[in-house]
């Protein structure tokens, strides 16, 4: 009883009450109203109209697009992001700081200047481009490329502390029972990463999803074949049809949400799962 007491008294924070009061307050002002107003200005369509909005050709071909792009996106920085976290973390190498820096460019790099550096790379008269058998700027494969190189740093920055934090007398005793490298790091190594690789991967995902300067640059814009859905958004409201932009984020929204609750169930279950082995 006494030290639930001196705990409250010489709590730093302020109250539960305040600080639950602040919180719920920020969370709505920031997100909640914002992402009703959408719903409410949504409900204003009959079902019919709302079809219409969310489920032409062209809406369905953006939709795949952009949950396909950034889906391949997030796989392949999920493999690349773990890897380069493994090398900065475990292996000293002239530069290594540099690289270390660089990982986080895209942070800080505007979306739009991405996005015209990598057209100007992959053009087909560009540094990279003109040596590629297939076409990458102004295709699908240009939105893949953009949405990668800004979804990256996500993984190696949410990695790399639990590599840190590895502890290397687990990989010592694996190896003096006879453990090989692959069992050491699929048996020992890769459960102790799998939730912060899934964090990074959800992350990552979500980022892509709602991308919009780096790609229209790269993406050629091409109804039917290299539109976003983020892209579609902006034409239906520069054309003054905000309900059809509404229904489609709607759409977005709820599919993106039901997406990353079941990453967060599997990292529950990774969780849980590592706890207890």
Known sequence: MFSRVLLKRHSVLPGFDLALGLAVTYLSL??????????????????????????????????????????????????????????????????????????????????????????????????????????????????WVALVFIGLPFVVRTVQPVIEDLNHELEEAAATLGADRWQTFSRIVFPILTPALLTGFAMAFARAIGEYGSVIFIAGNIPMVSEITPLLIITKLEQYDIAGATAIAVVMLVTSFFLLLLINLLQAWSRRRQGGL
């Open 30 to 143: 920031i997100v909640l109203i914002p992402l009703s107003a959408a719903f409410l200005k949504t409900f204003a369509l009959s079902w019919s109209q709302f079809v219409d909005a969310v489920a032409t050709p062209r809406v369905v071909a953006s939709y795949q697009l952009t949950f396909g792009a950034s889906l391949l996106a997030a796989l392949v920085n999920a493999v690349f992001g773990l890897i380069m976290a493994w090398v900065l973390v475990r292996y000293p190498f002239p530069g290594k700081r540099i690289v270390d820096a660089l990982v986080d460019l895209p942070f800080a790099l505007p979306t739009a200047v991405a996005g015209i550096a990598l057209t100007a790379i992959y053009a087909q008269n560009g540094w990279i481009g003109r040596w590629l058998p297939f076409k990458v700027s102004f295709t699908p494969i240009g939105v």
